[in-house]
């Protein structure tokens, strides 16, 4: 059984450019988080989506992140217009539900922004 | 909003010794999570605690719950170098929505 997938694992981005970050959840799972790890800084949660649904984007900047998890297909976090600020390590959890249920993490995708 | 604090920061110890770590919440802890990170990899599941004064164990690794100090520890007995890397402890909100994380512990074990 193939745990949480997330590609790519690293990611080199221009200033101005896009970035696309894919997870697949665990199967089974139908509730996807976003968590962003800022250099030595903890781990902070962006977003939490159930299909096709933002169910709680608190911790979502405010302006070029975006976040979506269509009926088919995996969870995508995209950001647009980067900045160096935005490097960092994105990781994707996935559960079976949102009520106690443990979260599993997939290896994270390692953006650097140049 | 919640904050959780882990001590110590950094921990080195020898091959065979006994280990604790902590996490304290500042609220009320419904949920707590360890996890391990290896360096520039993602997080490993380690235990999931929910009721005060739980107490569960996964080879090597025990962690307890203590709700009214609102505290979690980490335990390790006879420490391996495979051991090495970040612990993390997370605590979900109540909504189960999100996590909160503390700032980590990194661990050395020197064979």
């Known amino acids: 059984n193939a745990g949480v997938m997330q590609n790519p694992r690293h990611l080199v981005r221009r200033r101005g450019q896009e970035a696309r970050l894919r997870c697949s959840p665990m199967k089974g799972h139908s509730h996807v988080y976003w968590y962003r790890q800022l250099p030595e800084e903890g781990l902070k949660f962006m977003v939490y989506?159930?299909?096709?649904?933002?169910?709680?984007e608190s911790g979502m900047p405010k302006e070029r992140f975006s976040a979506e998890f269509p009926k088919e297909g995996p969870s995508i976090l995209r950001i647009q217009q980067v900045v160096r600020g935005d490097s960092a390590a994105y990781f994707c959890?996935?559960?079976?539900?949102?009520?106690?249920?443990?979260?599993?993490f997939g290896p994270g995708t390692r953006l650097t922004v140049t | 909003s919640q904050e959780l604090e882990q001590s110590p920061q950094s921990l080195i110890v020898q091959e065979g010794k006994n280990l604790t770590i902590n996490c304290t919440s500042s609220?009320?802890?419904?949920?707590l999570y360890w996890y391990k990170q290896k360096y520039g990899e993602g997080l490993i599941f380690l235990m999931m605690l929910q009721k005060g004064g739980e107490e569960k164990s996964h080879e090597k690794i025990t962690a307890k719950l203590d709700e009214k100090k609102q505290q979690s520890s980490l335990h390790i007995t006879a420490s391996q170098p495979s051991h090495a890397g970040i612990y993390l402890c997370?605590?979900?909100?109540?909504?189960?929505?999100?996590?909160?994380f503390g700032g980590g512990t990194r661990l050395m074990v020197k064979p």
């Open positions: 997370g605590a979900d909100n109540n909504a189960g929505n999100m996590l909160t």
């Open positions: 609220k009320t802890l419904y949920g």
């Open positions: 959890a996935s559960s079976t539900n949102s009520q106690g249920n443990e979260q599993y």
């Open positions: 989506l159930q299909k096709e649904n933002i169910i709680d």
